[in-house]
């Protein structure tokens, strides 16, 4: 499908510079159209989700758990990957699309069946392609150095993986070699129809667009914040080649690879809004697991933790809402995006396509 809808017109603001701000912006930059950014924090760094989420692209791993509107906007979402993944460079954002695994230790090899059948359940007729089981020796073939007590496994195929931070500088990269004007460090005070107010003035625009996330509560009155927690592990003596996830009956842990031997380490969401550093047990939690993983890891070197907040709506599926709003001299649009909750670098193609068009009502998504 087209990322590109035509007919998009006039000034747009972009209020949060998180991912879904970046890429929308540089969507709307390839058709020709003025941008100019707003978010509180600097271009290489800040407190959006995406500068912690591990770039997970995994919508059968997740189903499990997840709505299954999730899943099917995921599905459709991971078939946009590709194509952006090319226009962005796949080196350049280190994008990987050779599946993940799920495996279980012995002594958990119930909720591990448990977690085949409802997946096999959810996907119905679907799930041959989808999921492949390994016994030990196919598991060794696809993963080596993963510890030799796991005697089977889960292959799930067609699921991908992304750099999440060198994404968020490839695209900050991008946007502004193509024209656009970013004002960082400058909160936004408030956005009425067709006008962005900062501390040092205001601005008009015919089209604003919202994408906040946590800090973007405005519309969405069941907007809340879901606690996620991640290590970044230096560990010279592991090698693996794709996400593993390790199911356990109270949580669901995932590694992550990375460049040069590092990987991210994280489990599922916290339902909290606390936006602290990591805790001891969370801490002690997810290196014991990844211990068991490889033994490796046990002189790994934590280089980085932190904590934070992805938004949520109350059915945990995203959100687009388009007003059209009458301002002083003519007409206004505003777009708010929200929801994309732990599935954001997943759908973040398919809500930026899906706002494009309900901004271009006229366009036609074509093949690609």
């Known amino acids: 499908m087209s990322l590109h809808p035509d007919n998009v017109a006039g000034r747009v603001a972009v209020i949060g510079a998180g991912l879904m701000g970046r890429l929308l912006a540089l969507l709307l930059l390839d058709r020709g159209h003025p941008v100019t950014l707003f978010d509180r924090d600097p271009v290489n760094e800040g407190r959006a989700a995406a500068w912690t989420g591990a770039g997970m692209l995994a919508p059968w791993a997740e189903l499990e758990s997840a709505e299954r509107g999730v899943f099917e906007l995921g599905v459709r979402s991971l078939t946009l990957w590709p194509a952006l993944a090319d226009r962005l460079g796949r080196e350049a954002i280190d994008f990987h699309q050779e599946g993940s695994l799920l495996v279980a230790h012995a002594g958990d090899r119930s909720e591990y069946q448990r977690t085949l059948n409802q997946l096999r359940t959810r996907l119905g007729g679907q799930s041959e ?64 129809p067709g006008r962005v107010i900062t501390a040092t003035g205001c601005q008009d625009f015919d089209i604003t667009i919202d994408c906040r996330g946590v ?9 809340r914040g879901v606690r ?63 211990y068991t993983l490889h033994p490796g890891f046990a002189e790994a070197r ?5 904590a934070n907040l992805r938004p949520a709506l109350d059915d945990n599926l995203p959100r687009v809402v388009v007003e059209k709003r009458a301002k002083a001299d003519a007409g206004a649009t505003v777009v708010r995006i929200n929801g994309l909750f732990r599935h954001g670098f997943l759908l973040a193609p398919l809500v930026a396509q899906q706002a494009l068009q309900q901004l271009a009502p006229t366009a036609v998504a074509t093949s690609a």
Not at 215 to 223: E, K, Y
Not at 302 to 306: A, F, N
């Open 228 to 290: 996620g927690e991640i290590l970044w592990l230096h560990a010279p003596e592991v090698t693996l080649k794709r996400p593993v996830r390790l199911i356990h009956p109270r949580y669901r842990l995932y590694m992550v690879p990375r460049g040069g031997h590092r990987f991210v380490l994280g489990a599922t969401q916290i339902e909290s809004e606390d936006v602290g550093p990591v805790t001891v047990r969370s801490a002690l939690e997810l290196l014991s697991a990844a």
């Open 215 to 223: 800090g973007g509560c405005q519309g969405f009155a069941d907007l």
């Open 302 to 306: 934590v280089i980085k933790t932190d």
């Open 129 to 192: 392609n989808d999921l492949r089981e390994l016994d030990r020796h196919s598991l060794q073939q696809l993963e080596p150095d993963l510890h030799s007590s796991f005697s089977e496994g889960l292959w799930l195929p067609r699921e991908a993986w992304v750099d999440g931070q060198k994404l968020m500088g490839r695209l900050a990269e991008l946007v502004l070699a193509r024209g656009a004007v970013w004002h960082a460090q400058t909160p936004v005070l408030d956005a009425p």
